[in-house]
């Protein structure tokens, strides 16, 4: 372990703007696809450092759909900025670190399928560090904070102290709420077919912006705000 504590840790990040952090060995990914495991982006990554970002839970309440596409661009900007930070910090300690894009850019595109990948997949690696489940609409689920929050993702090459994975809370057994509401039938419970949802779900404005235009497996959810 080194010689930054899980509590500094926690304590720089929520300085930084982030609402929650948590940390994973790079062994909770040993199931990752081949290519998308944080050694084949980092070789020398022993520990991936996770942080969230809660967005104003009532972006999701306003009718035109800007509202939402525009907060959660800037989410992202907030947590890439957060990420580089946090590796100044960590070089400044003589740890390496390297920043996992919150959302664009990456290599992986099926145009035909229209399926992308990122470098790692953000929502696991959430879980694996201890910041929620993975609910059947495939989104992350904060116990705190519910299903509105973004994710950002660092790389360390130290050994860091590790959070639990969370246990004992799981989507109602009966629940397929988010399932119902999906106009196309993008969610199965475990993955969501992205060429059905993409084509949906973003409009491709004439002047280059993608604006969001669907959330409800998000909006539906009782867990949106959180789990009480
Ligand atoms: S965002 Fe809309 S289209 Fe995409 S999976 Fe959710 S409900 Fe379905
Ligand atoms: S709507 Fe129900 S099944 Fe879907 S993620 Fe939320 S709790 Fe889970």
Redesign the pocket.
Known sequence: MTSISSTELKSITANLGADRCGIAPAERFDGAPNGFHPRDVYSKCKSVMVFLKQMPPESIQAENPVVYAHTSHILYDLLDKIGLKLCYTFENRGIHAVLVPTDVPYLEWNAEKMHGMGLISMRHAARNAGLGIL???T?L?NREMGNMVYIGAILVDAALEPDPIVTGFD??PD?????DACPVKALDGITANQKRCRKYSILQHPRGWDIYTCSK?RA????KSGAG
């Open positions: 609910g059947r609409n989104l689920i989507c109602p629940c397929s709420l988010c399932l497996c539906v959810c009782p867990y």
